[in-house]
T-cell receptor, first 113, second 111 residues
Framework: ETGVTQSPTHLIKTRGQQVTLRCSSQ?????VSWYQQALGQGPQFIFQ???????GRGNFPPRFSGLQFPNYSSELNVNALELDDSALYLC????????????FGPGTRLTVL | GIQVEQSPPDLILQEGANSTLRCNFS?????LQWFHQNPWGQLINLFY???GTKQNGRLSATTVATERYSLLYISSSQTTDSGVYFC?????????????FGKGTHLIIQP
């Protein structure tokens, strides 16, 4: 059974650029959630995708957007990068919605200069 | 939204000691998970425990949903137990469908 994978592992961008992060869900899981973890903080929920539709969203602006594909993999897109977007971005998958156990990938560390 | 408070924020122990980490929350939940975050950032699942008691080796957890708290017990600590422990939960009343995390307990086990 393959776990949650994310790519790339590290990324450096400059302010104003756009970035796309990718996540493959664990085998058998149809729900993907994205989280942002700033240094020294707990992860914060960005949004969740279930059956290719956004199913819930945290307190993040519209320049954070996403997609889920028929194979349940997902992308997180961030436009107009700001310095404060520097963080570890974590993807989690679950079989169904968030009341089911979530399993996390290793994360993508984004640095915005 | 639901509030999550973890205590203590920092804990330094000698190898072999036992510890109890606490998670208090402000409302009813239908998902509560404990994670260990390693130095590379990976969140490792310890327990899925919206209610009841579970044990896995040297670790055990208890959630008393009616009193809105959960406890994580670590016995006979090893240096590899060092890291940040997070409690994360989901409010059962609906709304944004992700997990809400506490600020974590930073545990250091000294040899």
């Amino acid at each position: 059974e393959t776990g949650v994978t994310q790519s790339p592992t590290h990324l450096i961008k400059t302010r104003g650029q756009q970035v796309t992060l990718r996540c493959s869900s664990q085998s058998g899981h149809n729900t993907v959630s994205w989280y942002q973890q700033a240094l020294g903080q707990g992860p914060q929920f960005i949004f969740q995708y279930y059956r290719e539709e956004e199913n819930g969203r945290g307190n993040f602006p519209p320049r954070f957007s996403g997609l889920q594909f028929p194979n349940y993999s997902s992308e997180l897109n961030v436009n107009a990068l700001e310095l404060d977007d520097s963080a570890l971005y974590l993807c989690a998958s679950s079989a169904g919605l968030s009341y089911n156990e979530q399993f996390f990938g290793p994360g993508t560390r984004l640095t915005v200069l | 939204g639901i509030q999550v408070e973890q205590s203590p924020p920092d804990l330094i122990l000698q190898e072999g000691a036992n510890s109890t980490l606490r998670c208090n929350f402000s409302d009813s939940v239908n998902n509560l998970q404990w994670f260990h975050q390693n130095p590379w950032g990976q969140l490792i699942n310890l327990f899925y425990i919206p209610s009841g008691t579970k044990q896995n080796g040297r670790l055990s957890a208890t959630t008393v949903a009616t009193e809105r708290y959960s406890l994580l017990y670590i016995s006979s600590s090893q240096t590899t137990d060092s890291g940040v422990y997070f409690c994360a939960l989901r409010y059962s009343g609906g709304g944004a469908d992700g997990l809400t995390f506490g600020k974590g307990t930073h545990l250091i086990i000294q040899p």
